[in-house]
């Protein structure tokens, strides 16, 4: 029996994620990879106005202030959300460019869209 050789063509040039876009999209990929900091985001996004405060955030979560306090920092951290204080309390709204960055990287036919590699029988 014949031995068969397949290797994967490598995508064109173009539709490789640089080394800077992939530092920015794995920052931003971490920040959002807690269920939590995913639903305040939604939150926050579908809040009137679209912008919420901590004392309203707080009413959707069964957890400590410290720990919503560090979700909530971590995505300001990455620049998803932004913070304004007004008195006592902490008003987030989201920053819509991180996002669409993420966008493009996970839209159809972006540089980390699910397409199928085509084959050649050449060898490496």
Do not use: N
Not at 8 to 33: N, Y
Not at 43 to 69: I, T, Y
Not at 90 to 118: H, N, Q
Request: with cysteine.
């Amino acid at each position: 029996m014949a031995s068969e050789k397949l290797t994967l063509l490598m995508a064109a040039p173009a539709a490789v994620v640089d080394p800077g876009d992939a530092e920015t999209a794995a920052k931003l990929f971490k920040a959002l990879s807690d269920p939590v900091r995913i639903r305040l985001l939604s939150l926050v996004r579908h809040s009137p106005g679209g912008e919420a405060c901590f004392c309203d955030l707080a009413e959707e979560f069964d957890m400590p202030q410290p720990s919503l306090s560090h979700h909530l920092r971590v995505l300001v951290s990455a620049g998803i959300l932004v913070r304004e204080r007004r008195g006592t309390w902490s008003w987030y709204t989201v920053v819509p460019e991180p996002l669409e960055i993420l966008g493009t990287l996970l839209r159809a036919g972006g540089p980390l869209a699910d397409r199928p590699a085509r084959l050649t029988d050449a060898g490496c």
